[in-house]
Every structure is written in C-alpha cells, then in structure tokens.
T-cell receptor
C-alpha cells in the first residue's frame, strides 16, 4: 500500500515570497491533516479536512496560510507571504474515519525562509 | 482541551539497558493515546496506540506502554535498547468521543540516544 506522498522534500525561499506544498493521502482515507513542526518541537495541527470540507482550522494563520483539498483527495498548503518564523517541516497525514483513526504521515517538506 | 507533557527532552541509555520515556496527558474526555517515532529527515511512524482496550499495549520493535488512568500517564518502555532505537519519540493524545475531531495533540518529544 502506497503511503502519504508529499512534495517537494525541501524548499528554500526568501521572506515575503510565496510557497506551496502538495500532499497525496493514502487511497480511501477521508481525513487529511497538515501539521507544522518547528525544530525541537512536536508537530502542531494547522488544518484538518474531512473529505473536501474543513473540520478544524483554528490554528491556521489565515492571514498568510491557506489550504484546499479539491475533490476530497489531494491537498495543497500555501504560504503567502512567508515570514522567517515559518521555517519548519510541514507534515501531511491521513487517516480513515472512525475507530482509533491512526494517522499515517508523509516524510514532510522542510521549508527554510531566509 | 487536551495536552501532553513529555518529561526529559533528551534521554541517554547504554545499549542493552532499559528504555523508559515518560508521557503524561491531560484530557477532559477518555483519550486515545499514541507513541510515534521519528528518524532524521523522516515522517512519523506509529509505534503503538491505546484505544480503551487492554491497558498494557505492545507495539513494534519490542516497545510497550501502559495506560494508567489514575496517574494520567502513558510511559513507553523497552527492556533492552538497541543502537537502531536512537531517534525522536513523540507521545500524542486524541479525543476518543468526537469521531469528527481526531487530530493528534503532540508532546514536545524526547530524543533517545543509545551509547555503545
């Protein structure tokens, strides 16, 4: 079974530029998450989708971050404009609905803002 | 609101020694609890999970954890450390009651070093 795919793996941009990350979840997983992991910290939820609807985006900085999940499958996370403090690893995860809903994680995208 | 506290950001053990990584949680509803491992430049891999069945949970690579409600703890143990166990370990909690909001809340992580 294919895992969660993310691209790119690494990205370096200058502050005030924009950037986008892509995620393809495990087939059949209705729930998709984006997490931000700053160096030395645990992952923090940015947004949760159920199919193509948003369940929780309370911690998403909406003035600069946006995310969408078209057709309830792939998802993109965008930052515009980027700030130095956005330097982090952005992890995408997916899970089935119901039960313990174990989350499966992609390898992440490491963003460096200079 | 849920939260997780991992005591000790760094733990160092000798190869063959007992591994004990501590996790305490706070939750207003019965929790689901998880331990994930993260190797350098990799995503998170599930080690084990507690979902209100047996309180002693066995996971992959010889790890196990015990859910203790009275202590609000879910400590991770392994009887004998191996060099390959060196990694970052994260404890996480989710809401068992609301099936629509199962996002994980993570602790800050514990880096395990294994000395030869």
């Amino acid at each position: 079974e294919a895992g969660v795919a993310q691209s790119p793996r690494y990205k370096i941009i200058e502050k005030r530029q924009s950037v986008a990350f892509w995620c393809n979840p495990i087939s059949g997983h209705a729930t998709l998450y984006w997490y931000q992991q700053i160096l030395g910290q645990g992952p923090k939820l940015l947004i949760q989708f159920q199919n193509n609807g948003v369940v929780d985006d309370s911690q998403l900085p909406k003035d600069r971050f946006s995310a969408e999940r078209l057709k309830g499958v792939d998802s993109t996370l965008k930052i515009q404009p980027a700030k130095l403090e956005d330097s982090a690893v952005y992890l995408c995860a997916s899970s089935q609905t119901g039960g313990s809903s174990e989350a499966f994680f992609g390898q992440g995208t490491r963003l460096t803002v200079v | 609101a849920q939260s997780v506290t991992q005591l000790g950001s760094h733990v160092s053990v000798s190869e063959g020694a007992l591994v004990l990584l501590r996790c305490n949680y706070s939750s207003s509803v019965p929790p689901y609890l998880f331990w994930y491992v993260q190797y350098p430049n990799q995503g998170l891999q599930l080690l084990l999970k507690y979902t209100s069945a047996a309180t002693l949970v066995k996971g992959i690579n010889g790890f196990e954890a015990e859910f203790k409600k009275s202590e609000t703890s879910f400590h991770l143990t392994k009887p004998s450390a191996h060099m390959s166990d060196a990694a970052e370990y994260f404890c996480a909690v989710s809401d068992s009651m609301d099936t629509g909001r199962r996002a994980l809340t993570f602790g800050s992580g514990t880096r395990l070093q294994v000395q030869p």
